[in-house]
């Protein structure tokens, strides 16, 4: 049985390196490239394939939001791809996630095929190597000096879309899920962790009302005082949340003394 | 013009035996007293004084018999008798040295008493010979003196016996040596007594030239003398040479002697045969000197084989690999060929008192045999720690001659030369280790220095761009390699300079730049507008690098469709502007008053370092619109050194905020 494999990457000259390498090997086959992240994510549940090679480093979304916004039935094995990425490597290693290094060469090559496949002949290890990536996953925003997010990748049915954050008034937690709602009335549904999502945010931008909601300063429109010293906020979009005690001491001095 | 003296037997061996004796005793002395030279001891030292006396009694009693005979024999007016006093007297002192040289250094032996006496007798009865002898010339009675020659005779073979007697610890071999010795020297005295000029040969040998054997037994008794075994060696070579010749004379040139014509000339035939026979025997003498060393060695001393010891330790020497195993091999080589109790290793000893050192020069001075200093056998390497060997003394108690101590000075050297060729050899090893080690940090050095610069991101992929243009479009793989080699280059000699032209490193930059086209591909654009006029001006190393990289990363990586760089420089009133700006994701405010990434903050630094207030960075980004860094530095129109007085100044370059 051959291997079916999906490759993603942005360059192109990358891209067709390993993929070069792995057409020299007869039991896989390549059975789509993608130029970026939207790409895989579409290609991966189209295609189903057993095995995606997934460059770390992708415009909008990366190797690992391509993870992140996989649903849970289609995430095929998965081994990264990065250049140099030290914490990635910490995080993958620390999880025990298949990665390579650019130049990726033929012996690593084979190994990573190697593990893919004897975790695919066993079911019991295939389900600790996705539990391990979404750990990995999840480490990496963790130890990695996260750069500002600009736009929000989120899933609208088979879609990618990328929500400015420009334009989100307000980010709900329930459970591993985040609720987001947009100035434009729209509401998606993100998997990540409010805390690692708040740390690529902007922090004059967000403000935290509670132990899971965050709030656009921008769109606070109206400040409602309640019994006992704490507050109930209005978004523009007509969303109305509460404000937890230790918040409320902090929003009091950042938005209602003058 | 006197008569021939008719050819006898004894007459050739008395006129042969004195001519040998003077040969001898002469080089006992010379030996003897090159030895005390070398040394410097006084001139009246124990050490080696009866090897000398013995010397100097037998080349005067040699010396003055041969005159003696020769006068006789040529029928000439005999000596004056004082000579032919001085003659005897010094061969009756010979036998009192002989019962001397038994005792000397052996004091510690019971019977001190006994033996004090006995030598004290030996040099009377010597002494009382010699005055009787004295007395008979003056008096002009025949000298020798009848009754000095029964005096001797009688008196040592008495003391013989009182001796014999006193000795009973002296091995057989010994007692023997001596006993003859004497035994004959009081027999041969008589003879002297008894002297009519016609005797059988051999009893002419045995009565004229006693005093060989003495001294060969004075010399055995201890070898006091350092150069015994050499002297022992010529001695018996000499002797059987002299045996040869007579034999071949008396066989073969006699005969040919009588080879003349009536008229009394020679035979040109038997001249030619004589020569022949002469030089033939001539040509044994060398193999004598070996038999007789090989004698000399194997019987008296007992000595084993050393050529053969010194090849062994050679053949082992070269497998030892440490100096410690070369200073073993060279003790046991020692202690088993000299036969020596123990040999102690030294590391690096400082020579004192107790110990003699044995070194090329000074090696006779070794210790005597019965004495419990140790001799110290130093291994004179080029360099110190000179390592030793303490030598115990000889397991057969007897002194080093001159044949052991060339021996041990052999072994010393070889041991020595080892040790040196291991230490250099060490030392060019460690010499390697260190250049490796040396080359590893620097080249550690170099590429820290790289990673400073250049980000590993960088590299890396474009080492992955090579090898798709490898397998794609060699030419090209090649061209992206050389520049990749250029960029590389180009910042490690930079991380040494200070200043560099705007030309190199715009160069640089579009090196990088060509590099990132080919991974990026069609997202990448790049537009460098520099006029050729500026690239002398001098700007910092490695400025516009660390910009370009921003610009590559968040301006192009960050964007699915790409975008493009754009570099310029222009300079306007002594300032030169240089832009790099990106068409990127761009950043807001808050981004840029946090300071995006540690290359900009650097290149802020360094600006204000080299500059102070006259250089500019500013930074225009806005968000999805790009980023643009603006450079502006002073150029000194002399272009001497752009921070002549730029770096005195503490204040920061202006960091201006986006518009």
């Known amino acids: 049985m051959k291997l079916r494999a999906i490759i993603a990457d942005d360059e192109r000259p990358a891209r067709l390196f390993l993929a070069a390498l792995m057409r020299a090997m007869p039991d896989v086959t390549i059975v789509a490239q993608a130029a970026n992240g939207a790409e895989a994510i579409q290609l991966i549940e189209q295609h189903r394939p057993d095995v995606a090679f997934l460059d770390l480093q992708m415009p909008e979304i990366d190797g690992l939001g391509v993870v992140r916004l996989l649903r849970r039935r289609f995430l095929p094995l998965v081994v990264f791809v990065t250049a140099y990425d030290e914490y990635a490597v910490k995080a993958f290693e620390l999880n025990a996630v298949d990665y390579l290094t650019k130049p990726v060469t033929e012996v690593r090559l084979r190994e990573a095929l190697r593990r893919v496949r004897e975790r695919l002949e066993r079911q019991d290890l295939r389900d600790a190597a996705t539990t391990h990536l979404r750990k990995a996953v999840d480490v990496y925003d963790r130890i990695a000096p996260a750069g500002r997010l600009e736009r929000i990748p989120v899933r609208r049915k088979d879609d990618i879309v990328l929500v400015p954050v420009s334009q989100i008034v307000s980010i709900v937690a329930e459970g591993e899920l985040l609720h987001l709602t947009t100035s434009r009335q729209e509401h998606h549904t993100i998997s990540y962790r409010l805390k690692d999502l708040e740390a690529r945010l902007d922090p004059a931008r967000f403000i935290r009302l509670g132990r899971g909601t965050l709030a656009n300063l921008d769109a606070i429109v109206r400040v409602t005082p309640l019994p006992g010293g704490m507050y109930s906020v209005k978004l523009q979009n007509g969303q109305q949340l509460d404000v937890s005690r230790i918040q409320s001491r902090l929003l009091r001095g950042r938005l209602l003394e003058l | 013009m006197s008569p021939v003296v008719p050819a006898s037997p004894g007459l050739i061996v008395d006129l042969l035996g004195f001519l040998t004796g003077t040969v001898l005793y002469v080089m006992l002395v010379t030996m003897v007293w090159r030895e005390r030279m070398r040394e410097g001891m006084p001139f009246l030292s124990r050490r080696g004084r009866l090897p000398l006396l ?15 005979f020769v006068t006789r024999a ?31 250094g052996r004091e510690t032996v019971a019977g001190r008493r006994i033996i004090g006496l006995a030598i004290a007798t030996a040099y009377g009865l010597s002494a009382t010979a010699a005055v009787l002898h004295i007395v008979s010339a003056a008096r002009g009675l025949p000298v020798p003196s009848g009754p000095a ?61 006693a005093s060989l054997p003495l001294a060969l037994a004075i010399l055995h008794q201890g070898y006091r003398f350092a150069l015994a075994d050499l002297f022992l060696k010529n001695a ?27 008229s009394g000339q020679w035979d040109p035939r038997a001249i030619s045969l004589f020569v022949a026979l002469w030089m033939a025997t001539a040509l044994t003498f060398p193999v004598l000197r070996r038999w007789s060393a090989w004698f000399v060695d194997r019987a008296v001393l007992r000595r084993p084989d050393y050529d053969a010891a010194l090849g062994l330790l050679a053949e082992r020497l070269e497998t030892a690999e440490s100096e410690g195993a070369v200073v073993d091999d060279a003790a046991a080589a020692v202690q088993s060929a000299l036969g020596i109790t123990e040999a102690r290793v030294i590391a690096d000893p400082l020579p004192d008192g107790n110990r003699q050192v044995v070194v090329s020069g000074s090696a006779l001075r070794a210790s005597v045999p019965d004495s419990t200093t140790a001799l110290l056998l130093r291994l004179q390497t080029v360099e110190a ?13 007897r002194r080093l001659l001159f044949d052991d101590v060339r021996l041990l000075e052999a072994i010393a050297r070889l041991a020595a030369r080892r040790i040196d060729s291991l230490r250099v050899a060490h030392e060019r090893l460690d010499r390697n280790l260190r250049e490796q080690e040396m080359q590893r940090l620097a080249t550690e ?36 390699l050389l520049r990749l080699t250029n960029v590389l280059r180009g910042v490690l000699r930079r991380s040494t300079a200070e200043f560099s032209t705007l ?60 975008g493009a760089i754009r570099v310029a420089a222009d300079l306007d009133d002594g300032m030169l502007r240089v832009v790099v700006g990106d068409t990127g994701i761009g950043f807001n405010a808050s981004a840029a008053r946090q300071g995006t990434g540690v290359g900009l903050r650097s290149v802020g630094e360094r600006l204000r370092a080299h500059y102070g207030a006259r250089a500019a960075l500013r930074i225009q980004s806005a968000v999805g619109a790009g980023t643009t860094i603006e450079i502006e530095i002073p150029v000194s129109e002399s272009g001497d050194g752009p921070a002549a007085d730029g770096r005195a100044r503490p204040r920061g370059a202006s960091m201006v905020q986006p518009r």
């Open chain 2, 54 to 68: 013995t010397g100097v009694c037998g080349v005067v009693w040699n010396l003055g018999a041969l005159a003696s």
């Open chain 2, 74 to 104: 040529a029928g000439a007016e005999p000596l004056a008798p004082a000579i032919l006093a001085a003659t005897f007297s010094a061969l009756g002192f010979l036998p009192a040295v002989v019962v001397h040289s038994l005792f000397e």
């Open chain 2, 149 to 209: 020659l029964w005096l001797l005779t009688g008196g040592f073979t008495a003391l013989i016996a009182v001796l014999l007697f006193v000795t009973p610890q002296q091995p057989v071999g010994r007692r023997g040596i001596w006993v003859v010795a004497l035994s004959v020297f009081a027999v041969s005295a008589l003879h002297f007594g008894r002297h009519v000029g016609n005797e059988a040969w051999w009893v002419e040998l045995i009565g004229h030239h």
């Open chain 2, 236 to 262: 018996i070579a000499l002797l059987s040479f002299m045996g040869i010749s007579l034999a071949v004379f008396s066989g073969a040139m006699a005969p040919l002697l009588r080879w003349q014509d009536a």
């Open chain 2, 385 to 397: 720690p000179h390592p030793a060997i303490a030598l115990g003394p000889t397991a057969a108690g």
């Open chain 2, 445 to 480: 050095a170099e590429l820290r220095a790289l990673r400073a610069q250049l980000n590993p991101h960088f590299l890396f992929n474009a080492l992955t761009t090579i090898g798709y243009l490898i397998q794609h479009s060699p030419a090209r793989a090649l061209e992206t």
């Open chain 2, 503 to 562: 030309g190199d490193e715009i160069d640089l930059i579009a090196s990088y730049l060509e590099i990132e086209q080919a991974r990026f591909e069609e997202r990448l654009q790049v537009a460098i507008t520099v006029s050729p006029d500026l690239r002398a001006v001098p700007v910092p190393t490695l400025l516009l690098q660390p910009l370009v990289e921003n610009a590559v990363r968040h301006g192009i990586a960050g964007r699915r469709s790409g």
